[in-house]
């Protein structure tokens, strides 16, 4: 093969698409590589030009969509007019058919989109080395041959499939959000890759230096999850510390047996293994392992190469994913201080939120609600309150009747607090219990008067679970009353202040029996 720097200095390319950013990004990077482009936007006048000019062309480059004539129309007519001149075809998606088609009407060579600019021009490069090669003998650069065919759709398909694969490693992971999702998808595309059976996702826990089994894919009937290895042995240590993959052919001992799903005692001689770090924040933090039989398992290097985009996508994925959920639970420690610094400004109040919170708890778990009620409640119920933080001591603290002004002061609480936790978003159900706790069932409560079913359920439980908790602790102006006492005067208030089935909860919890 011809290859000299000389042959490759000045090329003159001629550009065809009706795209002109396309153009111009080309056009500037063929400019780069001290090359000059004709750009044609209409491939009419491209082949009109050729006709007049075919011997000062190096290359063509193409892209097979276009209005008018198409790619494929244009290279047939181009190979007429200048069989010296190489075509590269540009295609959309990636397709068999279309590239072998390409290839078949005369095209030297092909690249799907999206490439590198770099993969362009190298295949720029390619196309005029080759052809120089035919033109030297007074040859154009032949058309492919059923038999050369074969071979290229042989190749091609490799390349399809590694395309295929790299388009679904991005659209899997890009719509993974939870963590599991991410892990899942990982485990699936590993087994893809490299035609392995089973693959398995490890934690690394850097404290005990351990690794420990958090999700599996193909493992049927064994269940691994939750195994634990030492970080500090073989083959682990290597790819922890090593921070590269590992292919390995699975052994008898008790790594290799669990790792390949190998059930039975005795030699495991078949099976193939490969464990791949994903690094996040320059930390060996999660190893992705996949096995397969000797036979069927492909760990070329095209395999570890895509393995590799696989982890690292993975990797960052997970990276953001980390950091929402540590501004979300920093956000959370922080409210949750507001809260205890509320309760701390007055002694009577101390730990109000929290019983508050497992009172409501305990009466949705009585009324049978669905576990997202539970989880609102557990959610916001320590936050209701928190519009407090704008009240000033004198009020709330003050042992007399409230005067109007200061009273509505008291009031504006809810409505406070939910201008404080805007920010997060909060479900309607969260944002619920914040806003309407001094609703009240015949309409005579706060903020808005709502009545009954406008107020909505987790609002309802918490008003019952919250003055429960206002009567059975000691306030400055009375006692604490018992359980059972608290219970009865509440019961009076059914259908007044609460919703009767509320109350009802109350009645018949377990939770609220007096403790002495
Ligand atoms: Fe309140
Ligand atoms: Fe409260």
């Known amino acids: 093969m011809i290859r000299s720097e000389a042959l490759l200095d000045g090329l003159l390319i001629m550009l ?59 290279l047939k007519l181009a190979r007429d007019i200048a069989p010296f001149v190489p075509v590269v075809m540009i295609t959309g998606h990636p397709s068999i058919n279309i590239a072998v088609d390409a290839m078949k009407n005369g095209a ?30 007074n040859a154009p650069y032949p058309f492919m041959s059923d038999e050369i065919g074969g071979r290229v759709k042989f190749r091609l398909e ?21 963590k599991d999702a991410i892990f899942n998808g990982t485990m699936e595309l590993a087994k893809t890759i490299t035609n392995g059976e089973k693959s398995l996702v490890m934690l690394v826990e850097h404290g005990s230096k351990e690794l420990v089994v958090h999700a599996t894919a193909g493992y049927e009937g064994l269940d691994i999850i939750g195994k634990r290895f030492s ?49 996040i924040n320059r930390e060996v933090m999660v190893v992705l392992g996949v096995a397969g039989s000797e036979g069927r398992m492909s760990l070329t290097t095209d395999a ?11 990797s960052l994925k997970l990276a953001n994913h980390a950091l929402t959920e540590n501004i979300f639970s920093s956000i959370i420690g922080v409210i949750s201080s507001l809260i205890n610094a509320i309760d701390a400004r007055d002694t009577y109040t101390k730990d109000h939120s929290h019983r508050v919170t497992e009172y409501a708890v305990a009466l949705a778990r009585t009324m049978g609600c669905l576990q997202e009620v539970t989880d609102s409640i557990l959610f916001a119920g320590p936050l209701h309150d ?81 003055t429960f908790d206002a009567m059975t602790t000691t306030r ?8 059972d006492v608290a219970k009865q005067e509440i019961a009076k208030c059914g259908n007044t202040q609460f919703d009767p089935l509320v109350v009802e909860a109350l009645l018949d919890s377990e939770d609220f029996r007096d403790r002495n």
């Open 476 to 483: 400055p102006y009375r006692h604490a009353l018992s359980f």
């Open 158 to 178: 490799d390349k399809i499939k590694e395309l295929s694969v790299l388009k679904a490693i991005s659209d899997t992971l890009d719509n993974a959000e939870e």
């Open 304 to 314: 570890s190469a895509l393995l590799l985009s696989l982890t690292t996508k993975a």
């Open 231 to 279: 970080a500090q042995i073989e083959p682990f240590k290597s790819v922890i510390e090593g921070r590269s993959q590992l292919k390995l052919s699975a052994g008898a001992d008790e790594v290799s047996r669990i790792l390949s799903g190998y059930t039975r005692e005795g030699t495991n001689r078949h099976n193939l293994m490969t464990l791949v770090p994903l690094i």
């Open 386 to 466: 928190i519009g407090k933080i704008g009240v000033r001591d004198d009020i709330l603290l003050k042992r007399g009747s409230l005067t109007d002004e200061e009273n509505a002061l008291m009031k504006s609480h809810v409505t406070r607090g939910e201008e404080i936790l805007r920010p997060l978003n909060l479900f309607e159900s969260e944002k619920a219990i914040v806003l309407y706790h001094h609703e009240r069932w015949d309409g005579d409560g706060y903020p808005n008067g709502f009545h009954k079913d406008e107020i909505p359920m987790t609002a309802r439980i918490f008003s019952v679970a919250d």
């Open 16 to 74: 065809v698409d009706d795209d002109e950013n396309i153009c111009d990004a080309f056009g500037n990077l063929f400019k780069k590589k001290g090359w000059k482009a004709s750009v044609f936007l209409d491939p009419a006048k491209a082949l009109d030009d050729l006709a007049v000019n075919r011997s000062i062309y190096s290359a063509i480059v193409v892209d097979i969509n276009m209005p008018g004539i198409s790619g494929t129309e244009f």
């Open 108 to 137: 030297i060579d092909f690249l799907t989109k999206p490439f590198e600019f770099d993969e362009l021009v190298s295949a720029v490069e390619r196309a005029v080395t080759k052809a120089k090669a035919y033109n030297l003998e």
